[in-house]
Antibody, heavy 120, light 109 residues
């Protein structure tokens, strides 16, 4: 059974950088698939942040591209998100998920989500 | 960037009724690249349909999807109590760019 688990700080100060990690179990990241981050701000809809492949190739939401960095650590079977220059608008539940791409793309496994609050 | 607009914003129905949810894209989307999820409070989204009409593993056949081009529909034939949730459509575009609709809240009438 594929499982994903997000970890990271629940509270971050404005202007700082958020670092989240997604640990994957039951499936090897190196076996394929893309891996993504999605967030859900309170009272709003889902927002895609970006995807990463085990090779390190990344694809980011254009609206966040200048602030986002994603990386993958195949030895630990995990991938990470860094989001810089935080503001209150970045407050959200952050999810990691597995993205099947071919032939029909979809996020099939999701972490439980972690709430990140940006506040001084 | 392709924008997905879902309607209605809120749909109030009773168990046993039929639900029809719409997802309209700002430009044509391949039906292969359109998926639907639902999300219950405090839970992660769950994949319902992919490729516009293929049910994900474990999804009952009361859920069906259709559409092409810019107009897609999710239909729930007979609502069960566990179906009341927020529904999102999602498209996958060039350069692995992904967008979600803003969601339709399906609530018990």
């Amino acid at each position: 059974q594929v499982q994903l688990q997000e970890s990271g700080p629940g509270l971050v100060k404005p202007s700082e950088t958020l670092s989240l990690t997604c640990a994957v179990s039951g499936f090897s990241i190196s076996s394929g698939y893309y891996w993504g981050w999605i967030r859900h701000p309170p009272g709003k809809g889902l927002e895609w942040i970006g995807n990463i492949y085990h090779s390190g190739n990344t694809y980011y939401n254009p609206s966040l591209k200048t602030r986002v960095t994603m990386s993958v650590d195949t030895s630990k079977n995990q991938f990470s998100l860094n989001l810089s220059s935080l503001t209150a608008a970045d407050t959200a539940v952050y999810y990691c998920a597995r993205l099947a791409v071919s032939p029909k793309p979809y996020f099939d496994y999701w972490g439980q989500g972690t709430l990140v609050t940006v506040s001084s | 960037e392709i924008v997905l607009t879902q309607s209605p914003g809120t749909l109030s129905l009773s168990p046993g009724e039929r639900a029809t949810l719409s997802c309209r894209a700002s430009q044509s989307v391949s039906s292969s690249y359109l998926a639907w999820y639902h999300q219950k409070p405090g839970q992660a989204p769950r994949l319902l349909l992919y490729g516009a009409s293929s049910r994900a593993t474990g999804i009952p056949d009361r859920f069906s999807g259709s559409g092409s081009g810019t107009d897609f529909t999710l239909t729930i034939s007979r609502l069960e109590p566990e179906d009341f949730a927020v529904y999102y459509c999602q498209q996958y575009g060039s350069s692995l760019s992904i967008t979600f609709g803003q969601g339709t809240r399906l609530e018990i009438k």
